[in-house]
């Protein structure tokens, strides 16, 4: 990445499809309902990239919108984790889900080693150390 | 009371019957609460509410809003982690709030220097600052703030059976009158995956570009979105306190994890927020709703979402329970929008049974302009809507239309022809049944297909019942059908166009351009805050109705033009003239006999315009005055004045040529005057001034008083009675076009002249 993309390069599929490659490599005009049709396009090939969410969140920020910019690069890192697993660790952020601080860390540590989600990996982290702090582990029935 | 009177009669009634009326009146379903702060009813302030305030220290919050760091609920945690920037908060929490108040109704200070102060302020502060605010400037400061350019809509689309043709109808219905996005939710939650896709077909009619979302429970909403038939998302829902948070089961951090989650599947995502969700949820802390909201709007800001849906939302009816709830929720939609979030801005549950109350609520918003004005209108009728009545239904679309062409604002709807509307719905409940039959799920009728076509709602179709529907939910969900198994069905089936649309808007999520804040698809292009900013500095930026978009809001239907009402009177004229033939006779004389009471006709009666308003045949009227007149034992004489076509100068120029000198003066469109020769033009006997209410019966008796007047008797004057019909609003356009012809006949100083009717004994 450059990070050089600023509000002049938005929208990506007009400006700079140059830029754009789906999961498979293919290109923006590469994705006809012909292609669809011919069995050479399936979802997959219609799902976001990390790199298409890290030149959203340049041109976020560039847009004068930090937090905004950070959500995207948070969800460039959970593109790969799968549905099953973005569900479960959901589930244990809900209030009373999480018997402890360790079981937010293990969500943590699994976020950051097997799918290199540093910020994400952090940000489950921050949340162990507030609901700790508001007793958010007790049971709940 | 005061001191009772010497000898005045005793009054004995216990009711003024006006407050029996006013009993009657849907207002009257509407209940209203007392302020009460510590029961959590106080719009926009409770001594409750916290005095704003930051301290820093070595780049940490100390303090924020009164509260020690070390007090923090999680929502101050959050947001003092994740929405306030240290480096603008002393300056912007250092201006008094009436000054940054100012800024947001000043023209010429930019958005862009307002929402950089919001960034460095605290709940407590921002509510502060809109609490300085009346109705009119909070909603001038929304237009200038909002995030958007370009206005846009919002429309539920959803109905009582869960039935998947009608869904498909109804979503291309939506479509074709502009919606930017449609909503769908279910009566029975099983059938997500079957309302999913019939609406994702049908909002694939027509045009492209319509961003669906399926209301349901989170975790198989964001699995519908996964499988690609919706493209966005907006209920993921934030409280203002923590245990309303907690009761709804989640955390600042479990719902901006979620958020990400949408972001990372390339889905479109806003929250959900408003004011009365706390109070209705019980944990309220006694304080004020917009301050409650106020958190709310900086934990999603912190978040980092693009966006909310707030104004009250299901708290809206509670709100507006409330003194200044209305002006309460306007006022924390802009909260939102200065915080630089796209605002869907509530306009959502129907929060009256007041006509007059949805009319005042939906105004300002409309003529502000908003990311999505309602969110959503309910498209489809009230009973059909699976989420509970909007502000504005399918009953009252037509209202809406008229709105924006009355005031020529922007309310993202465009008014789209019966004919086009019947191809859109009938190649929907194809399409959609194509689907179905191509992918095995189901077979409807010729039947199904032709009742849904018509129905207006689901109480007249002969279609799928809710039961048979969730076996086709199921099929869907189990056998992992996605979108793409739609399109190719879609394709197979001949409808390219169809699934080209579809194909489109799936494609949007590989780029993810309509993530950033506001973004909508117009005209197949992407359109949001960052390429299509609101920059309003004053009169004439910000956005105006372009010419063309103008012609499109202004072509309601039914609308009345020359032409057509000369076309309405040729087709009279045939009638008119086998009933009633006229002949000029020369230059009418004053008459001599004492008895003569003058009809003065006007210049185009019988000539060009043959009925009254009240859709007499002129022939009638004449018959109805002459019998009038001879049963009183009048003698009548017609003249046509051709010098004026006002009734009180026709009346008075014939009651001056009229033996007795009294005269009526009549229009052609049924307007008629007694005067009397000595009279000022306008102080005249008697006057029908309503047309159109004015019966035959009431221009005979009327013949009968002009001719009393003229034996010097007086009569009880003829009173055409009025139920209060706004009888301008039906027959104004009507009556302007009409009198146009009428004064285009008169000619200065022409004379008038002597006619001799004959009628036909049909008439008579």
Redesign the interface.
Known sequence: MTGKLT?MD?????KRPDL?R?RGGKK?ED?T?AA??AGE???E?????PD??R??AE??RA??????????E??????D?P?DV??R??EL???GRAKGKADLLEAAQLLRGTYKAEG?AR??E??AA??E??G?FSKRF | MPDKPQGAPQIKVNRWRRFADWDERPLRLDKFAVEDAAAGFAAFSSPNDPKPGLEIESGKVKSMDGIAAADF??ID??IA???L?LEVAPEAMAIPSHEIARMLVDMNVPR?KL??LAHGMTPAKLAEVVAELNALEIAFAYSKMRARHTPGNQGHVTNAKDDPLQLAADAATAVAFGFDEIETTMRVARNAWSNAVACAVGAAIGRWGTLFQCSSE??EE??IG???FTSYAETVSVYGT?RA??DG???P??K??????Y????IKMRCTSGAGSELLMGFHESKSLLYLEARCLCLQ??????GTQNGGIDGAPVTCTIPGGVRELMAENLLAVWL?LECASGNDARPTESEIRVGAKILPYLIAGSDLICSGFGSILKYDNSFNPSLMNGEELEDFLVLQRDFEADGGLTPVGETEILDLRSRAVQAIAAVFEELGLSQPTADMMASVVAASGSEETRSYAPRDVSFISEAIKQRGI???DV??AL??RGY?TE??NL?NV??L?????Y???SAIVRNG??I????DPNEYLGPGTGYRLSGERRDRLMNIRDVLDRDEVLRNEARHAKTETRLIQYRTMGAAEPGKDPKEVLIGISPAFGLKIFRTLGGHPLSAVLDALISGIRAKGGTPRIVRLRHTADTSFLGLSAARLAGSGIGIGIQAKGTAVIHQRDRLPHHNLELFSNAPITTLEHYRRFGENAAAYAMGETPEPVVVPTKGQALGARFHAQVALIYAIETGLTEDGAAPEDVEIRLAEAVQ
């Open positions: 509000i938005y929208p990506l599929a007009e754009v789906t923006l994705l309902l669809v049709e396009v399936a979802l090939d219609l799902r976001i990239t298409a969410l030149q959203q041109i976020a847009a004068g919108r930090p937090t905004l910019a950070r959500n995207f948070r969800a460039a890192e959970l593109v984790v549905q973005i569900l660790i959901y952020l809900r209030p994400m940000f489950v921050e949340a507030v609901y702090r508001r958010l | 609920d999680m945690l959050f982690t994740h929405h920037d862009a929402v950089r989170e975790a964001l699995q996964m499988a690609g923590e948070f907690i089961d989640d955390t951090w479990s901006a994890f979620l958020s990400t989650a972001a990372s599947r390339g800001r912190g978040m980092g979402v693009q630089d996605n979108v793409i399109i190719r394709a197979r390219r699934a080209q194909l799936v494609k999520r590989v780029t993810g351009d993530l950033q804040t292009r992407i949001s805050a960052v390429n």
